[in-house]
């Protein structure tokens, strides 16, 4: 009884910390069923289920992430506008239920590829904000050691990052006969915007990706923007997911993360099953321009920007929904945003303060696997070793 009496005075010590009184003493569910958005379907005879089950666990660990993403996207901004980040960035903010709702849906062992807006997956793929930033700053604790900038970061299982448009889906659909050819039960996500899928080397993909079955779930992120151009102006044909013809597809609200989680189990089990390739749209918006070059409201207006803010913020969607159904308080939710603006402070300290790479670094890991060998300077006498 004395180890229950301390266990309990400790644990009404800090429920009454400033701040979170309430958090302590609520009992809240452990788990609430929603219902979603039934997608709409291409040769296929049913989709994703119309209700879901989101626990209170996963619930705050899908807020957390969606918040860091937007966090970590505006501290970008801001760098950027100091002139500490240089060169291409393109911010992911608006498109946080795309990224962490697909890594929800699918395994840590299966694949991810995709384009330049890539700072969400390189973050939900498991690499720390910490090594995004430091990687956008072209310091050496980058995670791809201040090599490779906003465009080009890796992970486990992640492909990047790829500048070229459209250029990733062929790739991906190479991860997914790798899958098959090594006979494991993985799935490669191959991403490619609105603005790319006129490409004809996406065409091509879908092709070869259907004629040998490859476990290749192909995903349109359909921001409705390619650049500065509206799908509209840009597609005769805007069904996204109806364009692979053969290849079964469905649309998505890719504005709620419970639905793309939902709709890439579904594409995800459908792959496995040995049934080939699946196509998704996911139908979302950014509140940034394409890149930071773009203020981002000369082809579309700042009211239509607001509305879906106002109306269709993938964050303030999955608050309201957990805290109407008491997963969480407005006050835990709060304390998660103050934990999480400190975590990027902290990251954007090291990124400014971290060490470029040292001039050297330039002849390193040109191979994988070769012996080192000896690249010549952009001065004859200057020689750089490699270091494999």
Known sequence: ??????????????????????????????????????????????????????????????????????????????????????????????????????????????????????????????LSVREILAELTGRKGGCAKGKGGSMHMYAKNFYGGNGIVGAQVPLGAGIALACKYNGKDEVCLTLYGDGAANQGQIFEAYNMAALWK?????????????????????????????????????????MDILCVREATRFAAAYCRSGKGPILMELQTYRYHGHSMSDPGVSYRTREEIQEVRSKSDPIMLLKDRMVNSNLASVEELKEI???????????????????????????????????????????????FKSVS
């Not at 390193?364 to 020689?383: C, L, T």
């Open 214 to 254: 490859l476990p290749c779930i192909f995903i349109c992120e359909n921001n409705r923007y390619g650049m500065g151009t509206s799908v509209e102006r840009a597609a005769a044909s805007t069904d996204y997911y109806k364009r692979g013809d053969f290849i079964p597809g469905l649309r998505v609200d890719g």
């Open 337 to 383: 945003d103050v934990e999480v603006r400190k975590e990027i402070e902290d990251a954007a300290q090291f990124a400014t303060a971290d060490p470029e790479p040292p001039l050297e670094e330039l002849g390193y890991h040109i191979y994988s696997s070769d012996p080192p060998f000896e690249v010549r300077g952009a001065n004859q006498w200057i020689k």
């Open 1 to 126: 009884t004395r180890e229950v009496e301390v266990a309990v005075s400790r644990d009404c010590a800090t429920a009454l910390q400033p701040g979170r009184v309430l958090v302590a003493s609520r009992n809240f569910a452990n788990d609430a069923t929603f219902e979603i958005k039934k997608c709409d379907l291409h040769r296929l005879e049913e989709g994703p289920p119309v209700t879901t089950v989101l626990t209170r666990e996963d619930g705050l660990r899908y807020y957390r992430m969606m918040q860091t993403v937007r966090r970590m996207e505006l501290k970008a901004d801001q760098l950027y506008k100091q002139k500490i980040i240089r060169g291409f960035c393109h911010l992911c903010d608006g498109q946080e239920a795309c990224c962490v709702g697909l890594e929800a849906g699918i395994n840590p062992t299966d694949h991810l590829i995709t384009a330049y807006r890539a700072h969400g997956f390189t973050f939900t793929r498991g």
